[in-house]
């Protein structure tokens, strides 16, 4: 497996990869990989001849008070993850390369932005598809896989693609958790021992909220049980609880066909997020 930094060197070892007919199915990560990415890397490697793993920090996607700077990476961990699960490539570009002296050109969706973390991060998803449409362009990929714990990242991606004519399908892969429910995220590690522990109110409403929607409970009670709930842990503060239609991610009743229940929490400083997707028909 090799790791390189430049759009020129993947755009050239795809060109090759090509020439032989072989698919490429792309991951695209901001590193610190855990088991959750490593479920995407294996579907990846499952349906596709070549595996990309993007690792980038991208700097446009965080507002000025995130944790850009703090955001974790260790790329020889993540190189030794993507070896034994069976990626090809890494490609692990300098913020420079991806973005050069005079870069003033974005991709700026409407509507499907702007509400759940678009409403409390407004710049995030302007900086998620630019990278994206960015990657998409320079690998040129036949699929890419992104997690559904980013529930609105999967929906904006998917609408872009659509929108804007990519040629690749976009592959969405169930949330990975841990032993006792949590969601696997690279920002688990910034929770303390107490924060850890607070955390599980997170999963937990989200398991509430799942019952809840299966047994078509109206929507404004599974909201108001799962706040309760989220509400009697002394270290969570909501951002949001939502029950929504997972393609429009505009408020949904019980007999939409797929509804996202979604909630995004601080514990402490951390900002959590998860959700439930759930089909009815
Ligand atoms: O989900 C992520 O890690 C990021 O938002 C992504 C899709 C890699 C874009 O930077």
Request: charged letters at 30%; hydrophobic letters at 40%; a negative charge.
């Amino acid at each position: 497996m090799k790791i390189v930094k430049t759009v020129a060197e993947v755009r050239s070892i795809v060109k090759e990869w090509r020439k032989e007919g072989l698919t490429v199915g792309l991951v695209p990560t901001m590193g610190y990989l855990h088991e959750g990415h490593q479920s995407l890397i294996k579907r990846a490697v499952e349906e596709n001849d070549k595996v990309v793993v993007s690792v980038f920090v991208n700097p446009t996607q965080f507002g000025p008070n995130e944790d850009y700077e703090d955001y974790p990476r260790d790329i020889d961990k993540d190189a030794v993850l993507c070896e034994n699960t069976g990626a090809d490539l890494i490609f692990n570009p300098e913020p420079e390369e991806m973005y050069p002296e005079g870069n003033c050109s974005y991709i700026n969706m409407t509507r499907l932005t702007d509400v759940l973390c678009g409403k409390t991060r407004p710049i995030h998803f302007k900086g998620v598809c630019t990278v994206c449409g960015k990657l998409f362009h320079i690998v040129g990929p036949d699929r890419a896989y992104f997690g559904e714990k980013d529930a609105q990242q999967l929906a904006v991606i998917r609408r872009m693609v659509k929108d804007l004519n990519f040629d690749l399908t976009i592959v969405g892969c169930p949330i990975v958790r841990e032993e006792d429910g949590l969601a696997k995220s690279s920002r688990n590690t910034y929770l303390n021992e107490k924060e850890r522990v607070a955390a599980l109110v997170v999963s937990k409403s989200i398991f509430l909220g799942r019952e809840m929607l299966e047994k078509k409970a109206p929507v404004e009670d599974i909201k108001k049980a799962m706040r309760d709930l989220i509400e009697k842990e002394p270290l969570a503060k909501i951002d949001y609880v939502e029950i929504v239609d997972m393609d429009t991610l505009l408020p949904a009743e019980t007999e939409a066909d797929t509804i996202l229940c979604a909630v995004a929490v601080y514990i402490g400083k951390t900002r959590l997020i998860d959700n439930c997707i759930v089909y009815f028909n």
